[in-house]
């Protein structure tokens, strides 16, 4: 791959975390100017540019070095890594970023109540993070199957595909308004800031340098 000058860091092109993102790398002293697509953005005073895309690719975009950072949830960094042969290589939560809080939990069916992971035993959970859930129930010694679901898990029990789902909360409202009641917390989140372990050893690498230390001086000041 053709090796670049400047720094790219990959963010939601719309959704939750788009704003608080763009207003992070504000607070950092970034500039950009939108280009006509939405796609990329130029910076306009430090070597930066942004791309804009489906957060569910940053992970991805990020391993194979056509971004350096990316500003993404901790469930979908969690995901990717767990889907890669060697999990604990290639990608790291850099910083946490203290927005975009939600967790991703296990809930059944209001009237079946909860007594523990042994519940879920030989249930069927429909989820869109197959390898987040498959490790919890690994580390709770459950045996369920794992119903693979790319939207709307949370009407599946309703559907009669699943008996419980794992899906993300933040307020509760999405479960309450689908009869169904949190069980167990998977794992909490956030946005983070995400890279690759060794950062590039070129003036990327220094910009990067940069960039965190005022992102550490932002995150600072707001705690
Ligand atoms: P995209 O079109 O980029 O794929 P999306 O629908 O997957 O968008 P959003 O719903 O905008 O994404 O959520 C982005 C991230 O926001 C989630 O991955 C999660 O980290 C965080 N988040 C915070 N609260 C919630 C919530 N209540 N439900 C879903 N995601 C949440
Ligand atoms: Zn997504």
Same mark, same amino acid.
Request: hydrophobic share 40%; aromatic share 4%.
């Given at each position: 791959?053709?090796? +670049?000058? @400047? !720094?790219? %860091? &990959?963010?939601?092109?719309?959704?939750?975390?788009?704003? *608080? #993102? $763009?207003?992070?790398?504000?607070?950092?002293?970034?500039?950009?100017?939108?280009?006509?697509?939405?796609?990329?953005?130029?910076?306009?005073?430090?070597?930066?540019?942004?791309?804009?895309?489906?957060?569910?690719?940053?992970?991805?975009?990020?391993?194979?070095?056509?971004?350096?950072?990316?500003?993404?949830?901790?469930?979908?960094?969690?995901?990717?890594?767990?889907?890669?042969?060697?999990?604990?290589?290639?990608?790291?939560?850099?910083?946490?970023?203290?927005?975009? +809080?939600? @967790? !991703?939990? %296990? &809930?059944?069916?209001?009237?079946?109540?909860?007594?523990? *992971? #042994? $519940?879920?035993?030989?249930?069927?959970?429909?989820?869109?993070?197959?390898?987040?859930?498959?490790?919890?129930?690994?580390?709770?010694?459950?045996?369920?199957?794992?119903?693979?679901?790319?939207?709307?898990?949370?009407?599946?029990?309703?559907?009669?595909?699943?008996?419980?789902?794992?899906?993300?909360?933040s307020s509760g409202a999405t479960l309450v308004a689908n009869q169904l009641r949190e069980a167990a917390v998977v794992i909490e989140s956030e946005a983070?800031?995400?890279?690759?372990?060794?950062?590039?050893?070129?003036?990327?690498?220094?910009?990067?340098?940069?960039?965190?230390?005022?992102?550490?001086?932002?995150?600072?000041?707001?705690?």
């Amino acid at each position: 791959m053709k090796s +670049r000058d @400047r !720094l790219r %860091i &990959a963010m939601q092109k719309s959704g939750r975390l788009t704003e *608080p #993102a $763009q207003e992070l790398l504000a607070r950092c002293g970034l500039k950009f100017r939108q280009s006509r697509d939405k796609l990329f953005c130029f910076g306009e005073g430090e070597p930066v540019d942004l791309l804009l895309v489906r957060d569910d690719d940053i992970p991805g975009l990020i391993a194979e070095g056509v971004c350096d950072l990316g500003i993404v949830g901790r469930n979908v960094l969690r995901e990717f890594q767990l889907s890669q042969p060697e999990p604990g290589e290639g990608l790291a939560e850099l910083r946490s970023l203290g927005f975009g +809080r939600c @967790r !991703l939990s %296990i &809930a059944v069916p209001h009237e079946d109540g909860y007594d523990g *992971p #042994a $519940q879920l035993d030989g249930r069927a959970i429909a989820t869109s993070y197959p390898g987040l859930l498959g490790e919890w129930l690994r580390s709770h010694g459950v045996a369920a199957r794992v119903v693979y679901l790319a939207g709307s898990v949370e009407i599946a029990p309703r559907l009669g595909t699943a008996d419980a789902i794992c899906d993300l909360v933040s307020s509760g409202a999405t479960l309450v308004a689908n009869q169904l009641r949190e069980a167990a917390v998977v794992i909490e989140s956030e946005a983070v800031l995400a890279g690759r372990r060794d950062l590039p050893a070129d003036e990327r690498g220094e910009i990067a340098e940069l960039l965190l230390r005022r992102l550490d001086g932002v995150i600072q000041v707001r705690d």
